[in-house]
């Protein structure tokens, strides 16, 4: 493999507010990666006012960038608020949240993972 530059017209923004892990507001996603890495996977994800990714887990350490507005992260012990220029580290198979619920900005984030990470949509009754 070489060294490969990915333009920021490279790929698409897709709408994925219908997706079972997003509630509250439109959400859109964007690979930044793609095909171009076997090790990691990144993408920015656009939430709009309200929208948040509910209760989940990944089988992997996940990395959030905020580039843009101002959002909130939560897992069981409580909520945080962040905005551009924060990073948060989410351990593996802990149970969190993130989007700009709550704020009435929207956000956006880079989301960053090892390649193959999965993740897992927690039933959001079982979870409150």
């Known amino acids: 493999m070489t060294l490969r530059i990915l333009k920021s017209d490279d790929g698409d923004?897709?709408?994925r507010t219908k997706m079972a892990i997003f509630e509250g507001g439109q959400v859109w996603t964007r690979a930044l990666t793609g095909s171009a890495s076997t090790q990691v996977?990144?993408?920015v994800v656009q939430f709009g006012p309200g929208a948040r990714a509910g209760w989940h887990r990944h089988t992997s350490d996940?990395?959030?960038?905020v580039v843009a507005g101002i959002g909130?992260?939560?897992?069981?012990?409580?909520?945080?608020?962040?905005?551009?220029g924060d990073c948060v580290v989410v351990p593996a198979e802990e149970d969190h949240w993130h989007g700009a619920h709550g704020t009435g900005s929207p956000m956006s984030h880079l989301s960053i993972m090892p390649a193959g990470s999965q993740t897992t949509?927690?039933?959001?009754?079982?979870?409150?």
Not at 62 to 65: D, E, H, K, R
Not at 75 to 84: D, K, L, M, P, T
Not at 121 to 128: E, G, K, P, R, T
């Open 121 to 128: 949509v927690l039933d959001s009754q079982a979870n409150q």
């Open 62 to 65: 996940q990395v959030l960038y």
């Open 13 to 15: 923004t897709i709408e």
């Open 41 to 43: 996977n990144v993408q």
């Open 72 to 84: 909130q992260v939560g897992n069981r012990e409580g909520e945080h608020v962040i905005s551009a």
